[in-house]
């Protein structure tokens, strides 16, 4: 899945395009507004879901190397958030969906038809 489809096939858009944003190929989606959760997060060319509209979220994006950010239920950044995913070169989305139906979408754009096993379950 692309930036590209997401923007595309969600009703989303872009805040912030990173310099590669037409390139990147991202693998996994994280969705969660308590970062310390994502914090724990191993996975890469990953997607940060989240609704919690701050530079937190941005700095916990840079920490882990998440490609990009998605923001639900409409939220829009902080002019100071905007300034760092700039900064960072983070591609930075919104949408009105809820975090849940962002994530069925984002799922289906992934290839996910069936119920997901992680891990852990396996």
């Known amino acids: 899945m ?7 096939n ?3 858009h872009v805040v912030n395009k990173s310099t ?3 390139g990147i190929t991202l693998r996994h989606v994280v969705a969660g507004d308590l970062m310390s959760d994502v914090l724990v997060t191993d996975y890469e060319d ?11 979220t941005l700095r916990t994006a840079d920490m882990i190397g998440a490609r990009g950010i998605l ?3 409409d939220k829009l950044p902080q002019r100071a ?8 070169d983070i591609t930075l ?10 994530c069925i979408s984002l799922g289906f754009l992934l290839g996910l038809s069936g119920p997901l096993k992680t891990e852990a379950m396996v």
């Open 46 to 56: 990953l997607l940060i879901v989240t609704s919690l509209a701050t530079e937190q």
């Open 71 to 73: 923001l639900v239920n």
């Open 81 to 88: 958030m905007k300034d760092l995913a700039e900064e960072q």
């Open 20 to 22: 590669d944003f037409s």
């Open 10 to 12: 969600l009703p989303a």
């Open 93 to 102: 989305l919104s949408t009105p969906l809820t975090m849940f139906e962002a």
């Open 2 to 8: 692309t930036f590209i489809e997401v923007v595309e």
